[in-house]
């Protein structure tokens, strides 16, 4: 199965806000401060959104663990 660029770009954004409201919780914990917390929120979600991109897209050209179809398979 192959999947298409804007997949991944859609899939990269969903799990950014997730993650990035993860760090923002754990360093509002950690310093006080919202401000702080914020800052180091916006800054991750730029750079883990571009990180995870070209993961992803690197993990699509990798065959391992993909198995191929075959004429015989059942698909509804």
């Given at each position: 199965?192959?999947?298409?660029a804007y997949?991944?770009v859609?899939?990269?954004?969903s799990?950014?806000?997730?993650?990035?409201l993860?760090?923002i919780i754990i360093?509002?914990?950690?310093?006080?401060s919202?401000?702080m917390?914020a800052?180091?929120?916006?800054?991750?979600?730029?750079?883990?959104?571009?990180?995870?991109?070209a993961h992803e897209r690197?993990?699509?050209?990798i065959?391992l663990?993909?198995?191929?179809?075959?004429k015989?398979?059942y698909?509804i």
């Amino acid at each position: 199965m192959h999947e298409k660029a804007y997949r991944s770009v859609v899939k990269s954004i969903s799990w950014r806000v997730i993650g990035t409201l993860d760090t923002i919780i754990i360093s509002y914990l950690i310093t006080g401060s919202l401000v702080m917390a914020a800052s180091i929120g916006s800054i991750e979600l730029v750079t883990k959104m571009i990180l995870y991109y070209a993961h992803e897209r690197a993990w699509n050209v990798i065959s391992l663990g993909r198995s191929t179809s075959s004429k015989d398979d059942y698909r509804i």
